[in-house]
């Protein structure tokens, strides 16, 4: 088995992710993520061994999302970068619509995915610029 660098394949996985975010749906987040996992930015890093875990580092976010009334977000894939045969590094600038239809700028992050039998699983997260 190779790492998918299909553009269909990390749009789709991509557009889940963005769906489960602003709908706060933790549970699908979580599945988002490859065990254990780590999440590194210029101040801080941590790591996670449990689906739990990933769940939990998502409760404040949505009730920000909800709180800036984001209903929507789309990942725009910057660059796709094969890694190893199950690794590929894609970086994403994250763009968020908000209840008014209008687009919201968001950030910019790297996320190292594995390729599984059920597809792409982030490993990594990385904050960038």
Do not use: K
Request: hydrophobic share 45%; proline share 4%; net charge negative.
């Amino acid at each position: 088995m190779n790492a998918s660098t299909d553009l269909d394949t990390l749009t789709g996985f991509f557009d889940r992710y963005g769906a489960a975010m602003t709908s706060g749906d933790l549970p699908s987040l979580a599945g988002c993520y490859a065990l254990p996992g780590l999440v590194v930015a210029d101040t801080y890093s941590f790591s996670f061994t449990s689906l739990a875990a990933v769940a939990l580092s998502f409760v404040g976010a949505a009730p920000d999302y909800q709180d800036r009334e984001l209903i929507a977000a789309h990942a725009r894939i910057e660059d796709v970068q094969q890694v190893s045969a199950l690794l590929t590094m894609v970086s994403v600038e994250w763009e968020f619509l908000d209840s008014r239809g209008h687009a919201v700028p968001g950030e910019r992050y790297r996320y190292l995915l594995r390729t599984s039998g059920e597809g792409p699983l982030i490993c990594t997260v990385i904050r960038t610029a």
